[in-house]
């Protein structure tokens, strides 16, 4: 690992509640987790991303917390989360944690007693006017599930602000002792030993919300503040950010002093994501070079975390109508599949029709383009979705571990299940599970695995620079590279489904004894960098030289 561990990280998503129920209350745990801690070490994961842990009435899985100093009894206790730190650890793996402050459950101590009276201490901790602010039905995130932004508290006799759900009032950053508590937060678990956090809906927490502009400003400032807290308290601790928003607004958060990131260390690359989906769709890569070109650059020490799944639906939002369209058409037909009007609530596979070479070409790409990959949990053994669930719920169905009963996810009856598992179909637990995936080398599982080995190899991508190779390609071929103080990486990914040969001579001055490290079959030697073949959904990660220098 770099000095920069993030940079060269593999991060893995997963929801305890629904990764392995290790008590048989039907629901994940803690311990579940350590138990399977081997299981990721073996998969290459360097780092966890919890999704919420905190106490909450989980009415958005989480995401509205009522004590940020807690895990949620459900999933067992503070104890069992030093042991899993301490166990992670042990193995070579990091954990952070979503860091969801933006706005509290208003079951929370702190919303319960700020409504009770205008004198509560806690009043101006969240964001109250006395008038129905005129924009009140603009800036919803769950369309159809949300109708306000703004909602009436008859016993604080006042409106609160919300952002997202109404039972998430959003805390409001002006005033300082919030600020200040958030960062107590983060302290707090920075010295449990987690390595950072995955900041939830950046771009409103630092919103100064002002009633009837719906464009109210922002104060950058506070991340600034955050990034030096946080790295005071612990020096390779990292911020990994949601933020939703035009590339262009992108590098503010990012900061810049001097030429080096002073406020978030990664932010995840949401306009990769939807042309990634569109250029699957297509089968051609153009929307992906349009964004390796659009991105803007980054300073030192700044990071993409790339994704192609979350817990969230796919958001397209960032596409134009006509684009979107085409993705809803190819990958999400029935309008079942749809969310807010703007997502796919669908698992990868699913989307790929199941088909083994697709999903392969699409994960390879993904984890050979710029920036820290992050896996959702399940990805790797070609989970799919219940649509029968509401919402997101679909895609948030528990881990496929085994033929067992509940596919080895609990021991408890079915009705008891935090969600069911996925029974029927092609992806049934039956069909689709990680103990048969482990038993043969030439699972999707298996391939993840010697996938993710690879990049070991291939540091170039997460530290090094990434661009187009921009000579004449067959159509749906993209080829890219990434060079880096240990030499370079070239990549060939067809996303075409026709059997292709490829030029990349132009390389040749620079090539070493060029090698094949990842391909999705066994290819001639490379050779001379011309007239290499690449099948339908095939792929070749190519090491064109090595530095000797470092
Ligand atoms: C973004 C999270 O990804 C999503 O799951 C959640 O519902 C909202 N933020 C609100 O916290």
Known sequence: MGD???????????????????????????????????????????????????????????????????????????????????????????????????????QHPWFQSARSSPDSPYRDWYVWVEEAPPDRHQGMVFPGEQNETWSYDRTAKAWYYHRFYKFQPDLNFSNRKVRDEIKKITSFWLQLGVSGFRIDAAPFIIELTEPGNPDSPKDFEFLTELRQHVQWRRADAVLLAEANVEPDQLPVYFGDSGGSANRLHMLFDFMLNGRLMLALARQDPEPVIDALRDTPRLPAGAQWATFLRNHDEIDLSRLTAEQRNEVFAQFGPDENMHLYGRGIRRRLASMLGNDRRHIE?????????????????????????????????????????????????????????????????????????????????????????????????????????????????????????????????????????????????????????????????????VGKLDSLKLAGYGYRWIRVCRSTDV
């Open 361 to 525: 070409l699409a994960y390879a790409l993904q984890f050979s383009l710029r920036g820290t990959p992050v896996l959702r949990y399940g990805e790797e053994i070609g989970m799919g979705e219940d649509l029968s669930l509401r919402g997101r719920e679909a895609i948030r169905t528990p881990m496929q571990w085994s033929y067992k009963e509940n596919a080895g996810f609990s021991s408890a009856p079915a009705e008891k299940l935090v969600r069911p598992v996925i029974d029927k179909g092609d992806f049934g637990y039956e069909k689709v599970n990680v103990t048969a995936q482990r038993r043969d080398p030439r699972s999707l599982l298996a391939w993840f695995e010697r996938m993710i080995r690879t990049l070991r190899e291939a540091p170039e991508i997460g530290s090094g620079t990434t661009s187009h190779i921009d000579v004449p390609m067959p159509p749906g071929v993209l080829a890219h590279r990434a060079d880096g103080p240990t030499g370079t990486m070239a990549f060939l990914h067809n996303l075409g489904t026709e059997d292709v040969e490829v030029d990349l001579s132009t390389l040749q001055p620079e090539a070493d004894l060029p090698i094949d490290v990842l391909t999705d079959r066994n290819y001639p030697e």
């Open 4 to 106: 920069r561990w993030y940079q060269e990280a593999v991060v893995y998503c997963l929801d305890i509640d629904t990764f392995e129920d290790s008590d048989g209350d039907g629901v994940g745990d803690i311990r579940g987790l350590i138990g399977r801690l081997d299981y990721l070490a073996r998969l290459g994961v360097t780092c966890i991303w919890l999704n919420p842990i905190h106490p909450s009435p989980n009415k958005d899985d989480g995401y509205d917390a009522t004590d940020f100093y807690n895990v949620d009894p459900r999933l067992g206790t503070l104890g069992d989360f030093a042991e899993l730190l301490h166990q992670a650890g042990n193995r070579g793996i990091r954990v952070i944690i979503d860091l969801v402050v933006n706005h509290t459950s208003d």
